[in-house]
């Protein structure tokens, strides 16, 4: 079946340090790759995501990610973050095809002054 | 503005009672997407219709849920019998297919006391 896994459960960073979340999956064939956020209390937003093309991906917020087929791998990445992005961080990859997004159990972000 | 729409935001109710949870797609989307979010499991997709048609509700316990697309505009979860395990965030999201992203809406918070 196939799976996310985000390896980090919480991270805390201070206001203006560089964030990576990892994210790698299971599938081996061709997938599309999502990251979402999720701010406390509120529904899941999408950041970004990528389907063909440049595997580096910008999205909104400052936020970036970068497939690399060869590690399975989508991590997000932001050089500087903020105070506001403290919040719940989702992978989530479909199959190319007609299958639903399956979700990574999420990477919850602080960052404190 | 788009956006999914999903009713009651809160709902608490007894062991044993009915829940339905409702959901408004955005126009023009043909998918329609149920998750369940808890602290433990993270999230996970309880069922999936395109066109209205029912496509994956594995992961729903078939015998107290169930899922249903009465016409392309509503979207309904229904728990009958409801258990004090059923307590979490109820999502449910839209979206075309061939898929891009499902867009998810403020969700339901169940709580079977």
């Known amino acids: 079946a196939q799976s996310v896994s985000q390896h980090n459960h919480h991270v805390i960073l201070s206001e203006a340090a560089s964030l990576e979340l990892g994210c790698n999956y299971s599938?081996?064939?061709?997938?599309?790759l999502f990251w979402y956020v999720q701010y406390p209390g509120q529904h899941l937003q999408l950041l970004l995501k990528?389907?063909?093309?440049?595997?580096l991906v910008k999205g909104i917020k400052g936020f970036e990610a970068e497939f690399i087929k060869s590690k399975f791998s989508f991590n997000l990445r932001k050089p500087s973050v903020q105070w506001s992005d403290t919040a719940e961080y989702f992978c989530?990859?479909?199959?190319?095809?007609?299958?639903?997004?399956?979700f990574g159990k999420g990477t919850r972000l602080s960052v404190i002054a | 503005d788009a956006r999914v729409t999903q009713t009651p935001r809160h709902k608490v109710t007894e062991m044993g009672q009915e829940v339905t949870m409702r959901c408004q797609p955005i126009?023009?989307?043909?998918?329609v997407f149920w998750y369940r979010q808890t602290m433990m499991q993270g999230l996970e997709l309880l069922a999936y219709?395109?066109?209205?048609?029912?496509?994956?509700d594995s992961g729903m316990p078939k015998d107290r849920f169930s899922a249903e697309m009465p016409d392309a505009t509503l979207a309904t979860l229904k728990i009958q019998p409801s258990e004090p395990r059923d307590s979490a965030v109820y999502f449910c999201?839209?979206?075309?297919?061939?898929?891009?992203?499902?867009?998810f809406g403020q969700g339901t918070r169940l709580t079977v006391v």
């Open positions: 999201a839209s979206g075309l297919s061939p898929p891009t992203e499902a867009f």
């Open positions: 599938y081996g064939g061709t997938v599309n």
């Open positions: 990528y389907f063909s093309g440049d595997p």
């Open positions: 989530a990859v479909s199959r190319s095809g007609n299958t639903p997004l399956v």
């Open positions: 126009l023009g989307h043909n998918t």
């Open positions: 219709f395109r066109n209205r048609a029912p496509l994956d």
